[in-house]
């Protein structure tokens, strides 16, 4: 069964900074790409990351560029967010979702379709 | 970047039929997905690709496509598929994209 599980979201600071996890199980996890996924409360979803199977590219929303890294650890399948210079806007709930499409297929396809239940980061003084 | 445009809500009947559609430039290169979120839940993909269902997924869920439009289609809607629908593309330069959502109500 496959399993996505998030952690390291909690209250802190505008300016500050955060490392989210998200520990994977019940697949080959260095077979996919891997997306970050958030939605603030009470909005809609904004998708956020993408790294690729091997680590070698990512992609990020142009809210998040520069401030935001997405990197993953194949050995322990674990997908990281590292969250820098935060603001009052990047107060969601922040998904780890798998990509549906496996590295020999040749490309990521943006279809989600495993997702963990969510780590709520609130950023606030 | 890309934008997906979406019906904020819609409503149907119990056992009608309703079409839920997305609007986009990067429609027209990349076929879009479709989720299903209830409240306090993760979403569910629904339909992705041309029109493909993942396993579990009812076969009254359905896709199509057409330009810069994609839609996604309930035939014969059930009180369960009450939920908030968000489609979601790509554009070319890697960046992801979702709709703003829309509201179903099944009446």
């Known amino acids: 069964e496959v399993q996505l599980v998030e952690s390291g979201g909690v209250v802190v600071q505008p300016g500050g900074s955060l490392r989210l996890s998200c520990a994977a199980s019940?697949?080959?996890?260095?077979?996919?790409?891997m997306h970050w996924v958030r939605q603030a409360p009470g909005k809609g979803l904004e998708w956020v990351s993408l790294i690729s199977w091997d680590g070698g590219s990512t992609y990020y929303a142009d809210s998040v560029k520069g401030r935001f890294t997405i990197s993953r650890d194949n050995s322990k399948n674990s997908l990281y967010l590292q969250m820098n210079s935060l603001r009052a806007e990047d107060t969601a709930l922040y998904y780890c979702a798998k990509d549906i499409a496996p590295f020999y297929s040749g490309s990521y396809q943006y279809y989600f379709d495993y997702w963990g239940q969510g780590t709520l980061v609130t950023v606030s003084s | 970047s890309s934008e997906l445009t979406q019906d904020p809500a819609v409503s149907v009947a119990l056992g009608q039929t309703v079409r839920i559609t997305c609007q986009g430039d990067s429609l027209r290169s990349y076929y879009a997905s479709w989720y299903q979120q209830k409240p306090g839940q993760a979403p569910v993909l629904v339909i992705y690709?041309?029109?493909n269902r993942p396993s579990g997924i009812p076969d009254r869920f359905s896709g199509s496509s057409s330009g810069n439009t994609a839609s996604l289609t309930i035939t014969g809607a059930q009180a369960e598929d009450e939920a908030d629908y968000y489609c979601n593309s790509r554009d070319s330069s890697g960046t992801g994209v979702f709709g703003g959502g829309t509201k179903l109500t099944v009446l």
């Open positions: 019940g697949f080959t996890f260095d077979d996919y790409a």
């Open positions: 690709g041309k029109n």
